[in-house]
T-cell receptor, first 111, second 112 residues
């Protein structure tokens, strides 16, 4: 039973446009949500996070939105750049010790 | 700072063999974890530790053993390798999950 779902295996976006990556979760006990970016042959790198007490967090070109009632979060990248092409993982934290990851979405930004 | 260092980067094992994947961090992080990444399944937690001498099981602990004798090191032991353990293994460390885990570059393990 996947508690964190990323239903789009891949997404293709034109350079300069907005990329929107989506994530749904089922466990209402999750209190912290994170996005990681992963390039081939490298470990995931932390991108941005949001606490369950907020509905938006921004960091430069990256914004994460949280809709607790819908159990849905999204990552917006504006403007998208070719270097953003990677696998993006959504993760949720039921406690400070653990992360539960989604299956990932492959983002391709075309120049 | 080296961050999180994993060795080896690649390993091929025969079924039934045992081995230890090494993980070391130099950031004085209390929290350390081991994940495995399989196609279509994201990263799944194997074992984690909240400090030296304290470990606990994650989502997929069977066939793996861990110990944490120092803050810096968190080795993962495969007791008797099986083809189902073919995967990419990532070690991670953090002050807390809310700060975002720092991951190592991974160990690609193939069991034949």
């Amino acid at each position: 039973d996947q508690q964190v779902k990323q239903n789009s295996p891949s997404l293709s976006v034109q350079e300069g446009r907005i990329s929107i990556l989506n994530c749904d979760y089922t466990n209402s006990m999750f209190d912290y949500f994170l996005w990681y970016k992963k390039y081939p042959a490298e470990g995931p790198t932390f991108l941005i996070s949001i606490s369950s007490i907020k509905d938006k967090n921004e960091d430069g070109r990256f914004t994460v939105f949280l809709n607790k009632s819908a159990k849905h979060l999204s990552l917006h990248i504006v403007p998208s750049q070719p270097g953003d092409s990677a696998v993006y993982f959504c993760a949720a934290s039921p406690s400070l010790n653990k992360l539960v990851f989604g299956a990932g979405t492959i983002l391709r930004v075309k120049s | 700072n080296a961050g999180v260092t994993q060795t080896p980067k690649f390993q091929v094992l025969k079924t039934g063999q045992s081995m230890t994947l090494q993980c070391a961090q130099d950031m004085n992080h209390e929290y350390m974890s081991w994940y495995r990444q399989d196609p279509g399944m994201g990263l799944r937690l194997i074992h984690y530790s909240v400090g030296a001498g304290i470990t606990d099981q994650g989502e997929v602990p069977n066939g793996y053993n861990v110990s944490r004798s120092t803050t810096e090191d968190f080795p993962l032991r495969l007791l008797s390798a099986a083809p189902s353990q073919t995967s990419v293994y990532f070690c991670a460390s953090s002050l807390t999950a809310s700060y975002g885990y720092t991951f190592g570059s991974g160990t690609r393990l193939t069991v034949v």
